[in-house]
Structures are given as structure tokens and as C-alpha cells.
């Protein structure tokens, strides 16, 4: 990097993403923006002391160096979900589908658990007994055995 071309900064969100070394190097030496580095280093894997590319800029930092003409942005074709947008995303999905239906979006309905109560009330304490505890033939030839 000589400093006469502007580096290439991918936006992901309100962030950017550096992915060349020499770049972070010349944004960190030369014009004092350190960003994040936020990768995973293949050969550590169970740490997070160290991490390696892509190298992360606030969105101060682009607004800065976009500015002073230190940068150039660009996107992918395809974008990647931030937490943001996937947060806004499910929200307004919860929305739409809660003014399309009536019923809540919850699945435990009281007034529902209150009919089927008084309409099988009878055979659900019937299952209840059955199911009450019952000790095995083991357990109650051990306390036969040492209650002589």
C-alpha cells in the first residue's frame, strides 16, 4: 500500500471489514485507526485471546477515514444478517403474524386448558391414578425380606 490508492473497506451493518494485511497495517501505522480484529486463527482454536482478518471498524472510524478519503466501501452481492437486522427482522415477523391471526402467538391458551378440564376432567384423573407411584416387585420383596 502506498497510500495513493484508497483501501478497499467491505461494509457489513454499520461496520467495515478490512481483509488485507498490508491494509490493516497501513490504517494502523499511517493514520492511527486500529479497528477490532475479530477472526479466528485456525491454528488456536479453543481461545480467544488472539484473533486474526477480517479487521473490524466502527462506525466512527469509517465515517473518519471515508472523510479524509483513506477508504472506499463496498458491498457484497449478498448481505450478511447483522444481530440488528435479524432482531428487526424477527420483530417484524412476530408483528405481521400477530395482526394476521387472532389467537396469540403463544401456545398456552387458559380458556382452552379450562374446556379441556371440564371435558375429559374425569378421564385425566383417571389416567393420574394409574399413572401414581408404584413400587416395583424388587422393592417390595427387599422390605419383606427385612421386615421379618
Known sequence: MTGAEPIRVQVVGDYGLVWSIPDVIFLRTRHRIMGSMIGGISAFKCQVSVNGLPLQLSPDEVTLALQQGWIELYQTSMPVPTALATAKQQQQQHHSAAETTQNPPCRWQP??????????????????????????????????YYAA
Open 111 to 144: 380458556d382452552l386448558v379450562g374446556q379441556k378440564q371440564k371435558q375429559y376432567g374425569p378421564q385425566l384423573q383417571q389416567q393420574q391414578q394409574q399413572q401414581a407411584y408404584q413400587p416395583s416387585r424388587d422393592v417390595v420383596d427387599y422390605d419383606e
